[in-house]
C-alpha cells in the first residue's frame, strides 16, 4: 500500500502507493447521518475513510473517490489475493490510531454541505496544447513547450496544478511521447471548487416521544417478531414517536438461552421489531436512540436539504432568496478549516440575495465575498499569529485569482436564476457595516472592480453603477417559533408571525424607511448562454458559449 503526505495532519500513513485518510471523515459522517459505537472497531470507520494514492510522479497525493469499504467491495467482487493483502493493512493500520479516531464526534451534526450546482469550470490547457500542432516529441521537447504556453495567456499556477510538469520531468528527456499521451497526463480535478452551500436536514426526530402504556395481545406476536407466548411474555408500548408512529416497547420474558428477563425494544412504523441488539437494550433512553437514528436513516428520502443562512443578520435589509454560497475543494488534499463555516476547504463564501434596483430592474447582489483561508495564508506571510490554538493554513489554489474566481462563477449563477445583472457591496458600505474589523478595503476598492472590468471587457458587458432602495435597520424580518416575525431594533417582534418571508417582508417594507445607494454592477441580459468557464483567467469570449468537452 501506498502512503500519503506525512505534511497531510488526517492521513493514516501507510507504506506504499495507496494510504488511507481522514480528511473528509466528518463532512462524511454528517451525510451519511453515522452514529458511531463508543468502543467502535476499524470496521466501522471503513465507510468514513477515504482511499488516496500517492503521485508517482511527485510527492502529492489525490483522492481516488472510493472509501476504504467502497474499495475493499470492489476487491472482494474481484476475487484473488488483494483483497486479503488490503484488509491485513488496513486493519493493521487502522487499529493503530484507534485511540485518535474515538477522540471525534459519535453522533454527526445535523449541517452538511451539499451541492447546489455543477458549474461548467473547464482547463484551457487541453485545447492550447492542440493549439500547437506538436503531435509527437521528446519528453524534454514537450516540457519547453508547455512552458512556453505561459506566454500565451496560459496561467503559471493552472500548469503547475496540472502535474503535467512533474510527469514529465520524472522522464527520460529522450522519450518520445504522442500529444493523446501528454493530454492524459493532466489532471486539475483537486482545484475544480464545488458550488456548495451548507445544509440542514429538515428530519429531525429528536423530542418527538410521547409516553403511554399499551399491552400488546398474544395474537400479535408473530406477526410483530416478539418473543415468547401466554403468560411468560409480556409487551408494552410505553414510548410512540408523535409523527412517525415507533415504538418502545419494555419487554419482559425468560428463556434458557435469554441473558436478561427484562429489556426494551423498538418497532417500526408498521409495529413490527427491527434489527437491533439482541436480546435488547438495558433502558428506555439507549432504546430511543437507537429508533431516531434507525428514523433518520429510514425517512432519509422523505427529507429535503434546507439551506442554513447563519450570517443573514450582517446583510442589507430586504431582498430574496437570501444564500450563502461556498466555494468548496472537496478535493485538495489538504485539510482547512474555516472560521465561519462547519465545512472543511472552504476557499470562499458569498453572501447573496436577489434585489431589485430603483428603476425596477432584477438583479443577484453580493452583500460579501470573503476568503478566510487566504485572509489567513496572508496573515501568516505577514508574520502575524492566528492564534495558538489554529494550526497553520495549508497551502491553497487561486491565491491572486480567488476573487476572479468568484466573480466568473457568481455571472453563471446570475444568468440561471435569471436576473438582468450582478452588483456588489462597494467598500464604504462594507466600511460602514464591519469599520476596521471586515475585510480587507483593498478587495472592494481594486481586486473585485478590476475583475469586473476583465469580465466586461472579455464578455461584452455594461459595467455601470445602480441605485438600490434599502429599507433601513429599524425593521427586520426573521424567522421564530411560530413563523416569519417583523423585529424592531431591539429584536422585539412588533406583530403577529407570518406564514411566509414574503408577507413579513411586505409589512416590514411598509412600516420603514428607505434610504439609497449606489452599488457597481454589470448587466448580463444580453449574454448568451454560459456553458463552459474558464477556470484560470477569463479566455476568450466564444469559449464562454460553447460546449466544451474536455477532461
Known sequence: MNGTNPREPNALISDGGLGLSTGRFDERQRRQRLCLPDAATCWD??????????????????????????WMAELRKHGGSEYERFRTRYESIVNRHLASLARRPREPDNDYCVELAAAPLHSSLPRLIRLT??????????????????????????????GVLARLCRMPGANILLQAQVLQMIDLSQVVPKFACESRFDFIVRSGWKEGCHRIPEKEYRRRRLLGKGTDARHLIRFRHRSLGWAVVNTRYSDLVTERTFWWSVLDEKGRLIDQPVPGFPDAEEAMEYAEIQMNQTFARWGKDQALAKWERYSLPGGDNYREILLQLDDWPSTYQPRHYRTRNVLVHIRTSVRHTREGRRILFLDEIQSDWHADLH???????????????????????WPLLSMKLMIWWAQRLGVEGLAWTSAELQLARWKKSGPPETLYRKMLPDAARLLATTLSLPFEQTVLSVRNGKRRVALGRHGWEVRSSENVPVTKAFRTRTQAEHYADLVSEFFVIDVPVLWISQLQPIRSIPLYGVGRREAWSAFNSDR
Not at 45 to 52: E, H, P, Q, R, T
Not at 379 to 401: L, N, Y
Open 133 to 162: 500542432g506538436l503531435m509527437r516529441a521528446s519528453a524534454a521537447q514537450w516540457s519547453a513547450t508547455l512552458r512556453s504556453l505561459t506566454s500565451r495567456g496560459l496561467k503559471p499556477e493552472e500548469l503547475e496544478m496540472s
Open 379 to 401: 496573515t501568516e506571510a505577514s508574520g502575524e499569529s492566528r492564534g495558538a490554538r489554529r494550526p497553520p493554513a495549508p497551502m491553497a489554489p487561486f491565491r491572486k485569482e
Open 45 to 70: 470507520y471503513a465507510s468514513l475513510i477515504d482511499i488516496v494514492l500517492r503521485d508517482s510522479d511527485s510527492d502529492a497525493f489525490r483522492f481516488t473517490g472510493k472509501t476504504a469499504a467502497q
